[in-house]
C-alpha cells in the first residue's frame, strides 16, 4: 500500500529501527524492492531525483501502482529537490514525502523556505524531510566529508521552528563512492537525537559499513538512504552472470535479482526486517475526505 513517509519514519522511531530508502529509479528498481519488502514483510521507501524522471507524473503513478498491489506500507519521497518550486511540483506530481535541501542557506533562510514548504506539504498529507549541515561527497571524503556537521542547538531550534516530519544530519557520512574510510561521530549523533523530538535521516549509506548503520539506526535515525549501491548490486550481479547467447534474455532478471538481494541486506542491517503492518490507505484525497465518504453516505 502507498503511505506516507512520515507513518513509516515515525513507527521506526518510536520502535529504534531504520527503514531502508532506496534509490527507485526506473521500474526495474521498483519491482525488486518490492519484491524483498513483500519476502521479508518490511515497510519500504523509494527514493528518486529530479533530473532522472522524464515525467514525473507518470512516474508518480507507476510506483504508486506497485505500491499499492503491495501486501506492505511502501513511500516515496522526492530526494533533493533542487528549489522550492521542484519540491511543490513533486506534491503535485504524487510523491508521498518531499525532501528539501537547502542546507548550503544561512540558517535563518533555510528554515523559512523549509517552514513555508512544511505548511503547503502538511495540507494536502504529504511528509517533509530537510536537512540540516551538510551531506557532502564521497570522492572528496578526505576534505570536504569532515565539514559542516550538524550543529545539535541549531538543529533543536530547526525542527522547533520549521515543523518538519524527519530531519536529515550530518554526522560523517558522505554521497556515492567514499574515498577514505567513513567515521560517523555517534556521540554527536546521540546528542541530535537527544535534543531533536523527530526522526533523523543519514544521507550515504552506501558504503558506510553494515556495523555503523545498525549503531546509527539504535541511536535515532529511522531511514538510511542507499543509491549507489542499488545501481552496483545490479552491476555486480551482471558481471557475475557473464551472459552470452540466449542466456542474454535474462540480462533484467539478473539485475533485478542482484537489486531484490541488496535490498533484503538493507532490511537486515537496520533491523526493518518483519516490521510490515497492514493498514487502511491513508494517503491522498481519501484522508481529505474529497471523495464524498462516510459522512455524505450516512445522510
Ligand atoms: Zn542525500
Not at 118 to 124: L, T
Not at 260 to 289: D, M, N, R, Y
Amino acid at each position: 500500500m502507498y503511505v506516507t513517509m512520515k507513518e513509516i519514519v515515525d513507527r521506526a522511531y518510536k520502535e529504534g529501527y531504520g527503514v531502508p530508502a532506496v534509490l527507485g529509479e526506473n521500474e526495474t528498481c521498483i519491482i525488486a524492492a518490492i519484491g524483498a519488502a513483500e519476502e521479508t514483510k518490511s515497510p519500504l521507501i523509494f527514493i528518486n531525483f529530479v533530473d532522472t524522471m522524464p515525467d514525473p507524473f507518470f512516474y508518480c503513478r507507476m510506483v504508486k501502482t506497485y505500491a499499492d498491489q503491495a501486501s506492505v506500507p511502501v513511500a516515496l519521497c522526492l530526494d533533493h529537490s533542487p528549489d522550492f518550486a521542484d519540491a511543490v511540483a513533486g506534491i503535485q506530481a504524487g510523491f508521498s514525502a518531499v525532501m528539501i535541501d537547502r542546507s548550503r542557506l544561512p540558517f535563518d533562510e533555510n528554515a523559512k523556505e523549509v517552514k513555508e514548504l512544511v505548511r503547503i506539504a502538511h495540507s494536502v498529507g504529504v511528509t517533509v524531510e530537510a536537512e540540516l549541515g551538510h551531506v557532502g561527497d564521497g570522492e572528496n571524503y578526505e576534505t570536504d566529508g569532515k565539514t559542516a556537521f550538524t550543529d545539535p542547538d541549531e538543529a533543536q531550534r530547526f525542527v522547533e521552528e520549521t515543523g518538519i516530519d524527519c530531519l536529515a544530519v550530518a554526522v560523517g557520512t558522505a554521497h556515492g563512492a567514499y574515498r577514505g574510510t567513513p567515521k560517523i561521530q555517534f556521540d554527536r549523533l546521540r546528542e541530535l537525537h537527544e535534543r531533536c523530538s523527530v526522526p533523523l535521516v543519514l544521507h550515504g549509506g552506501s558504503g558506510s559499513g553494515d556495523e555503523n548503520i545498525y549503531k546509527a539506526c539504535q541511536n535515532g535515525i529511522a531511514k538510511v538512504n542507499f543509491a549507489r549501491d542499488i545501481v552496483q548490486a545490479g552491476y555486480d550481479a551482471l558481471m557475475e552472470a557473464k551472459l552470452e547467447g540466449d542466456s542474454m534474455y535474462d540480462f533484467f532478471d539478473v539485475i533485478t535479482n542482484g537489486i531484490k538481494e541488496k535490498v533484503k541486506h538493507f532490511f537486515e542491517i537496520t533491523g526493518c526486517k518483519g516490521k510490515a503492518w497492514s493498514q487502511i490507505p491513508e494517503f491522498g484525497v481519501q484522508k481529505l475526505g474529497l471523495e464524498g465518504g462516510k459522512e455524505h453516505e450516512d445522510k
